[in-house]
């Protein structure tokens, strides 16, 4: 089954209901959010979330376990200052994915301002070894980056090097086309691109997609998201991730720029499932 969704709204006094009715008016049937402003720690109590409610009036269109949650970008375990922050908040962030079962937590690996690039992966290890030893059920799936300054996991062997060393099913990969375009992998020969991510066993560590266009020019390392069709991968390449079998019930969310301050959600969807028959219906 496909999963398509996008980046939702999740803010008082609704939260979890007013971030259902976003994503069913755009169409979809999963979504991503975060559980507070992004640069910010702050964070409501999870007993404001609606969760009751969620579950007995949503739960059966939109399941919990197909809600991702995306760390904030605040959380870097790769700086030598941040670390312990980072650690405690994502216990503290997973533990509230725990109240209302979800089961996906994307995160940035993190950049290596002061470590060197090895220092940088060893911390991030050593971080998500604690988290995972405090905490349960929920999946950290890393974010392939896009080399942007000193980010470390914007190629998957920097990734598959950290999850092997971690070595728990509770670590994986968010496949963010951007990112992937931007640092290089020429995702446009999709036949070559899915050859070599089964080839390096990375397919069944995919747990999210992340679907964005590119205003930039393959392996630019700049990270700007384009809008569907309007960059440089194209409506056709991102419709193949969409498509793609090996690709079912693996949620694939939108972070699309806004056009006008208006979400382009609603319409990208559509454009991503026209022409393919009976894969044109979500639900």
Not at 201 to 212: A, E, F, G, Y
Not at 253 to 278: A, C, G, V, W
Request: net charge neutral.
């Amino acid at each position: 089954m496909i999963k398509l969704g996008s980046h939702i709204s999740f803010k008082k006094p609704d939260y979890l209901i007013g971030s259902f009715n976003e994503a069913i008016n755009n169409g979809e049937n999963c979504f991503m959010i975060y559980l507070g402003a992004p640069q910010s720690a702050f964070r409501v109590d999870s007993s404001l979330y609606n969760i009751e409610k969620y579950l007995k009036q949503c739960n059966s269109i939109i399941p919990v376990s197909d809600i991702v949650v995306h760390a904030p970008y605040i959380v870097n375990l790769a700086n030598r200052e941040k670390v312990d922050f980072g650690i405690k908040f994502l216990c503290s962030e997973i533990k509230r994915m725990n109240s209302f079962g979800a089961k996906l937590l994307v995160l940035h690996p993190g950049s290596s301002v002061e470590y060197s690039r090895s220092e940088a992966l060893a911390s991030l290890i050593q971080s998500l070894k604690k988290i995972i030893e405090s905490t349960k059920d929920v999946i950290i799936c890393l974010e392939i980056m896009s080399g942007k300054g000193s980010q470390i996991c914007s190629n998957f062997n920097d990734l598959l090097y950290v999850i092997k060393s971690v070595n728990s099913e509770r670590i994986a990969i968010c496949l963010d086309t951007c990112h992937a375009w931007d640092a290089g992998y020429d995702i446009k020969d999709y036949e070559n691109f899915k050859s070599y991510i089964k080839q390096q066993n990375i397919l069944p560590l995919i747990r999210v997609i992340h679907l964005n266009d590119s205003m930039n020019e393959l392996g630019s390392k700049k990270d700007r998201h384009a809008n569907i069709d309007k960059g440089h991968i194209g409506l056709e390449i991102l419709k193949k991730f969409v498509h793609d079998k090996d690709f079912d019930n693996i949620p694939i969310i939108l972070e699309t720029p806004f056009i006008n301050n208006k979400s382009p959600y609603k319409d990208e969807i559509i454009m991503l499932l026209e022409n393919n028959k009976k894969d044109n219906i979500l639900f």
